[in-house]
């Protein structure tokens, strides 16, 4: 995590087994792994004013077999 003036960045990772549906597929079964950044402004009054997210989803995507 960084933060630098009125924006907070977080880098993340999220790690664990596809035991469940996701996206109408059956479980897989599979250990997935996938990263992604939010990035965070905040204004004058402390509040969050914006967010932008990334993920990593065409990775986990073909981790799951979803697609090629």
Same mark, same amino acid.
């Given at each position: 995590?960084? *933060? =630098? !003036?009125? @924006?907070?960045?977080?880098?993340?990772?999220?790690? $664990? /087994? +596809?035991? !469940? @549906?996701? &996206? !109408?597929?059956?479980?897989? /079964? @599979?250990?997935?792994?996938?990263? !992604?950044?939010?990035?965070?402004?905040? +204004? =004058?009054?402390? @509040?969050? %004013? =914006? *967010?932008?997210?990334? %993920?990593?989803?065409?990775?986990? &995507?073909?981790?799951? $077999?979803?697609?090629?």
């Amino acid at each position: 995590m960084i *933060a =630098e !003036g009125d @924006k907070v960045l977080l880098r993340w990772r999220f790690q $664990g /087994h +596809n035991t !469940g @549906k996701w &996206m !109408g597929s059956p479980p897989t /079964h @599979k250990w997935i792994e996938f990263w !992604g950044m939010d990035l965070w402004r905040y +204004n =004058e009054e402390g @509040k969050l %004013a =914006e *967010a932008w997210f990334m %993920a990593d989803r065409l990775g986990l &995507m073909q981790q799951l $077999g979803s697609f090629p």
